[in-house]
């Protein structure tokens, strides 16, 4: 079973953590992040010292994720590559 259930799968509030550290050019959290999921069976003590493989932090339940509903139609449905 452990083989076919990964320890660590990207979650919002993993993303949110990259985009806020990216808005002030911090890069260094999407390299860790990169590297965590490159190998997503593996259980890695990185990702368990990010807290990346244990519960949801509570300021995660706040996150809205949203994107254009419009772009979305013209990139999947339409077959457009232009976003």
Known sequence: ???ANPCCVLRNCMAQQ???SA???DFSII???QSV???PFEKQTVAELMGYSGR???WSKTIT???SSQD???YFVAGSMVM
């Open 18 to 20: 990259v985009i806020d």
């Open 37 to 39: 999921l490159s190998k």
């Open 65 to 67: 994720v949203s994107c």
């Open 56 to 58: 949801l932090p509570l």
């Open 31 to 33: 390299h860790l992040l």
């Open 1 to 3: 079973m452990q083989l």
């Open 72 to 74: 979305l139609y013209k």
């Open 23 to 25: 808005e002030t050019d």
